[in-house]
């Protein structure tokens, strides 16, 4: 006797296999959990650590992708505080050191005589540097001493007096304070590192796009389905404020809350969420009104069930397919829309990273400059970033689809 085993595959696991047979669908979720990794890790992982990939080297502005120049590291003369690993992965920590190009140098016994980089090799800008003051930070009212030994004799800031050869400071210097530093995305208007720069702007998107989410999920969940499942003189009321806030132009409102609220990191998160909680209660409001007739919400309406927990427990959870179709599609959306205010001033203000300020700081090298890199590569960030999502909307529109055939 045989016993023959069905197995039955509820519509989640139908649909998540036709999510996973998708494949823009699954390269669009790889961008976005990449996205998602370079945010976290953030400082961590960027050439440039400082606070908003701010280190400046303005002798070396608008270089190619690749760009490779032998550096300087000279030690500022105060006190640097340095995070720990998370704290610097978090908000970066200030680099101890002073940046100085070079296209030579030459060292002797007591100071290094460096011919600073330049464009132009007519011009001769030679700085020169104690050996200590290279490599420690020495106080400013006790500035360094050299002996006719060839020792070096200085006072640190924190008062301690130390000795030291030459021969050693020429080592250290040579070993670990000259080395070749290549932007490997090239260098903006100001001489920051484009890569950093823009590694650090996901977090800025990808924040925006998240918190704009959950503020339109909130807000547009919590009208449409009151809308939708009381109907009536309620829904009326509803769809008069969802009616209205249609008629605004986007951009307009944008505008007219960010005034309001004022330019700002979480001004820009609330302005942009407020504006996109209108699709998300229209589609919200057209979903519940078709299943609050439904048996099984008839069925808990006669159990005595309350109305929060029929929509809350009965309701938004069949729902949730169409609401991830509308939050994928609006996350990029308010990406587009972050990019486009940060590019117009009315967004996150210099000098925070965020790839629409890129643009805006770096557009006029498109045609005034043989290097327009800087403009291109933040409009193509902000390319790759709105397809994924828009990929992942789709993929999550055709894997819910009862209607799509499995391959």
Known sequence: MSTNNTHTTS??????????KNKPAILGMVLIVLAVIIAILGYAITPDS????????????????????PMLKVR??????????????????ENPYKLIPMSDYNIDESHIYVEVYSEDETLENTSVFGLADVVYPLS?????VITTKGAAIFQTIDNQQNTVS????????????????????????????????????????????????????????????IAGYFGGRVDDFIMLIINTMWSIPTLLLVFALVLALGRGFWQIFVAVGLTMWVDVARIVRGQVMALREIQFVEAANSLGFSDGRIIR??????????????????????????????????????????????LAENYSFLLKSNNPFPAIVPGLAIMLMVLAFNLVGNGFRDALDVKTKLG
């Open 11 to 20: 519509p989640t696991q139908k649909a998540l296999r036709r999510l996973l």
């Open 50 to 69: 400082t606070p908003n990939a701010n280190d400046q080297v303005n002798e070396i502005n608008l270089k190619p992708p690749g760009f490779s120049v």
């Open 166 to 225: 030459a021969t050693e400071l020429k080592s250290q210097i040579e070993d670990a304070h000259i080395y070749m530093h290549t932007y490997h995305f090239g260098t903006d208007g100001l001489g920051r590192c484009l890569l950093s720069r823009l590694l650090i702007g996901i977090r800025v998107s990808l924040a925006v796009g998240l918190l704009a989410v959950l503020i339109s999920l909130t807000i547009g969940i919590t009208m449409g389905a």
């Open 313 to 358: 427990r009965h309701i938004l959870p069949n729902i949730l397919g169409p609401v991830m179709v509308v939050a994928a599609a609006n996350f990029a959306i308010a990406i587009l829309i972050e990019a486009g205010l940060s590019y117009l001033g009315f967004g996150i203000q210099p000098p925070t990273p965020s790839w629409g300020t890129m």
């Open 140 to 144: 400013v009212t006790h500035p360094e």
């Open 76 to 93: 500022k003369n105060r006190e640097v505080p340095q995070r720990n690993f998370f704290g610097k992965m978090l908000y970066g920590t």
